[in-house]
Structure formats: C-alpha cells, structure tokens
C-alpha cells in the first residue's frame, strides 16, 4: 500500500495539520554523502504576466531603433526626454544595448545591485497565439508541436511529486497560488493532485474553506456515479485544504515584513508570500500573477504619451518586485529565493493603429533574486524579421522558457537529470534539457555543483544519514529501534502532534538493538528524538 494511502485510512491526515513548525523543522534529516550545504529552504516565485507582455516596449533594442520607431510610430517609447526609455547598461555589446520602459525604475535598481537577469526572445518551438492554448502549454512543459510532451499533467506537479516525495502527507502544501481564482494547470502533478493549495480570496492570516463553511458532514457510502466523482472531488479538495490551513496560519501569523510595499494587487501577492516565507511554510514553490497584458488597445494613452494601460501594468511589476526583493533581503532570506516573470507569448513588432498590439510569440524574461547572476542573456531581436509576408511576427527564439526552468531546478533547487527529464522532456526531438541550461543565470556562490544535485526523493534532505532504523512503522505497541553503529546506550523523546512529551527514557543497547514498549498510546502521529553517543536524530512514526 503506498504510504499516501495508508494517511487516509489511519485518521492521521487531520492530525497532520497539528504539526509545529519547531518540531517539524528538527525532522529534516538528509542522507548524503558529501557536503553540498543546506539547500532544503530553498524556494522558486513565479509571477505570471497574463495576457502576453509587449516585450518590444518592455525592453527597447536600442542598435535598432530606428526600426523600432518605423514599426511603432504612435506608441514607441521616446528615446530621450522625460518619458525617454531607462539605459541599462553601457558596458554590453552594442546588440545587447537595451532600453528599459521608463516605468521600470525598480527593475533597474535590482539590475545595479546585480539580482536581475534579462533573457531575451524567450518561448517555444512552435507558438500558439492563443491564450488558452500557449497558457496550457507554459503549464504542462509543452513545446506546441505534440501533446506528448504534457498534457494531463503540469511540469511543477510533476517535479515536486519526484523529487519531494516525502513531503507529499506533510502538513504543508508543495505550492502556494494567489492571484487567480483558476487552480493552476501546473501544479497537477501525475500522479498526485492535492499538491498545492490556491489561497486567492482567503485570509491567510485565519486560513478557511468556503466548502467547510457549508456544514454537515460528507456522506459515507458515495455512488458510483458521476455525480460521485464530483462529491469525492470537493470532499477531498475540502480535506487538503483543511489540513494545509494551520500551517498557511501559522506561517502568515509568525512572519513578518520588513519593508513596504505599495498598495496594489501584485504588491499584496508578494507581500503574502513574503511573509509566509518570513514564518516559515516550508513551500517549495509560490505563484502570482497579474492580468491586464492583453493590450490590443490603450497601451498607450495616446499618440507619444506612454502613460496608459501598459506603463501602468509595468510600474505596478517593477515596484512590487523590487519591494518583495528588499523585503527577503532585510530578513537575511533572500539567498533562499529566486523569482521569474513570464507571459505566455510577446506581441506583434508592428502596432495595430489602436494604440495596442496584437498577439505576438517571443517575449522576455526577468529572473531576480539575491542568487541572481545579474545581466543580460542573448542579443536584441532582429526586427528584420518582421515583415508584411509574416503579419509582423518576430519569430526567432534564443531560449526555450523549459530551459530557463530547467537551469533554475537543477542549478538552484539542485534536482538530478532524473528528476529535470520526469519534469521536462522534449519528445518531439528526443533529447532532454539538462544539456542547453543557462549556466549564467544563478551566481557561482549559489549554484549546485553537478555532483551535488539530489536524487528523486532527495529534495527535502539535508545533514546526515541517519544511524538508527526504527520498525515497524506504523506500529501497534512496540517500537524496535536497530543500528550497526557500536552504541551501547541512548536516550529518547516522544512527542505527540502538538509538541508535548508524551514517553521518555534511556535505553541500554543489546546486539546493536533496543525495544520501547508504548502500550497507552492513542492512534496518531507520533516524533521519535534519539540521542546516542552525541547524535541526534529524528523519526516520524504511525502509532495504528
């Protein structure tokens, strides 16, 4: 019986969600046998720009813009003067020259401080331009040639259901959404689907369902109907959502912000996540988003006035970004965080004579953080491309966004080839991504060295191997406790889900074994601490 399993059948799963933070955090032991250094709290923050981001007026390519300006006469950003683009650096080569849109004021800042990067002409091999369409294919790991490389599953669900196992039936959820009301594609993993939790509309801070709130307890027997499916699908949303709610609380209430945020939607997101981070939500990966990018009118306010929807839409970007950077970096945890904008296609080079855009395919790519490697990564689009005989399309794509993503889980969460190619794996062409990574992105002081990346089922490990096997687990009245280590005596805790001690003794070792007899135990979930020799370590166990 898988152990998934088995937590639904032995009444734990509600108990689960009693699990502190303290207590919890002493339980992440690691088995590996070189030094790679603690990279357990390590976390990824994706802010989806919906609706396809105008990269062209986003980042300026300043070698052509005399291009640019032919392509954009009405709603070009001026290249001097007060609503004049931002230069961002002087130091690149003349075709990584870029011009940022002037609202981007925050994004600059976190450029001079070396926490950002620039991916140009980012997307896939063959682009839909439809928003449905291109939005699954960024979710599930597509490349819009063939389904095969994800459909009935997300890219993030599949990562964290590989490489976090163990933390699946923890108290915690594996990904945290705010922003939408729509559950995210790519949280889905394949075989798992309670992997994240979307708490868009709630109060973190007092964490509750709306499903719970209807009252009445869920039937006992459900038909074998469709009608059944459905039920069992709200029962069970309703039941990881309750288990989820504590620590969502726990974490919102104990964290804190050191910075301040201006007040709008994305920077109320960030400052969620912020804070949940602060607390402590062991999390692995967080997603925001921000609609409104869809600018096929009023991107500008009017001919030559850049003020309008998509100035408004990048200033609220940049500061919210630059507020939520500053924040983990005044808490001493930003070396633990990396964040990464993304849209689901740019737009057309050519404008649409509404002062808008129409749908496009490539579109740039921000990733920020402390671990950043700041810079600019590929050249300028070549705005020769875009001609009448193509509908204006800037068409060449310099980095496959499943590269980006990849580079980020292998280079800064530390996952295995094994574990990028269950996530990722272009079928279309038969080769996996572990071989185009974007080594510059993530700074060398952060980056996982090869031999250092972690096995499936190692991403929540870190420390020591462990010295004692303690049997069986669950267990009835009698814990066996066994290692080959020469300890002849140890002492050991037992806690309960609330952190209390419930048994306590010393032991002396016979045959490298002990026996603890626990005969008054109520069913439950139970933290075994055993001191031997100067070791410590800890063992979650399943009293039956």
């Not at 001919?303 to 309008?308: L, T």
């Not at 057309?348 to 990564?377: C, W």
């Not at 002081?445 to 687990?473: H, M, Q, R």
């Not at 074994?513 to 070791?535: D, E, T, W």
């Amino acid at each position: 019986m898988k152990r998934r399993h088995f937590i639904k059948l032995a009444s734990a799963t509600s108990a689960l969600g009693l699990m502190p933070y303290e207590l919890n955090a002493l339980l992440k032991t690691v088995d590996l046998s070189i030094n790679c250094g603690d990279i357990t709290n390590r976390k990824l923050v994706l802010v989806n720009l919906v609706g396809g981001n105008d990269g062209l007026n986003t980042t300026i390519p300043i070698d052509k813009y005399d291009q640019y300006a032919n392509l954009r006469p009405t709603i070009r950003i001026p290249n001097s003067g007060a609503n004049g683009f931002i230069k961002l650096d002087s130091s690149l080569a003349d075709n990584k020259q870029l011009g940022l849109h002037p609202a981007l004021t925050g994004f600059k800042s976190l450029y001079d401080q070396g926490e950002l990067r620039i991916l140009q002409s980012v997307g896939y091999p063959s682009q839909n331009k439809s928003h449905f369409a291109s939005k699954d294919i960024y979710s599930t790991g597509n490349d819009g040639n063939s389904w095969n490389n994800g459909k009935s599953s997300g890219w993030m669900g599949r990562f964290m259901e590989k490489y976090y196992p163990d933390l699946i039936e923890e108290s915690f959820p594996l990904g945290v959404q705010i922003g939408s009301s729509k559950t995210e594609l790519g949280f889905h993993g394949a075989e798992e689907h309670g992997l994240s939790i979307n708490i868009t509309g709630q109060d973190p801070a007092g964490f509750f369902t709306e499903i719970n709130g209807l009252g009445g307890a869920p039937p006992s027997n459900i038909t074998d109907s469709h009608f059944g499916e459905e039920l069992k699908y709200i029962i069970d949303v309703n039941n990881t959502s309750n288990k989820y709610s504590k620590a969502i609380s726990d974490a919102f209430n104990k964290g804190k912000n050191a910075t301040s945020y201006e007040d709008n939607n994305l920077s109320n997101q960030l400052k969620t996540v912020a804070k949940l981070i602060s607390g402590g939500l062991p999390s692995k990966v967080y997603l925001v988003s921000i609609g409104g990018f869809d600018t096929h009118n009023s991107q500008n306010e009017e001919n030559g006035n850049i003020k309008g929807k998509h100035n408004d839409l990048l200033s609220e970007v940049s500061s919210s970004i630059e507020a939520f950077v500053k924040d983990l970096n005044e808490q001493s945890i930003g070396e633990n965080v990396v964040g990464l904008t993304y849209s689901e296609f740019g737009r057309k080079a050519k404008e649409n004579g509404n002062l808008g855009t129409d749908h496009g395919e490539i579109a740039p790519m921000f990733v920020f953080g402390k671990p950043v490697n700041g810079g600019v990564s590929g050249i300028n689009v070549d705005l020769s491309e875009a001609t009448e005989d193509n509908n204006y399309q800037v068409e060449t794509v310099q980095y496959d966004y499943r590269e980006t993503l990849t580079t980020l889980l292998q280079d800064f969460l530390g996952a295995s080839d094994a574990v990028i190619d269950h996530a990722f794996f272009d079928h279309s062409t038969s080769k996996s991504f572990i071989d185009t990574k974007i080594p510059e992105i993530i700074k060398s002081s952060f980056s996982i060295a090869k031999n250092c990346t972690l096995d499936p089922g190692e991403g929540a490990k870190v420390g020591t191997k462990k010295k004692w096997f303690v049997y069986p687990n669950p267990f009835s009245y009698e814990l066996n406790l066994n290692s080959l280590e020469g300890f002849t005596q140890l002492n050991f805790s037992l806690y309960n889900n609330d952190g209390k001690l419930v048994a306590n003794g010393a032991r002396e070792v016979i045959n490298n074994s002990v026996l603890i007899k626990l005969p008054s135990l109520a069913s439950g979930l139970y933290f075994l601490q055993i001191v031997s020799n100067g070791n410590t370590e800890n063992h979650k166990v399943f009293r039956l």
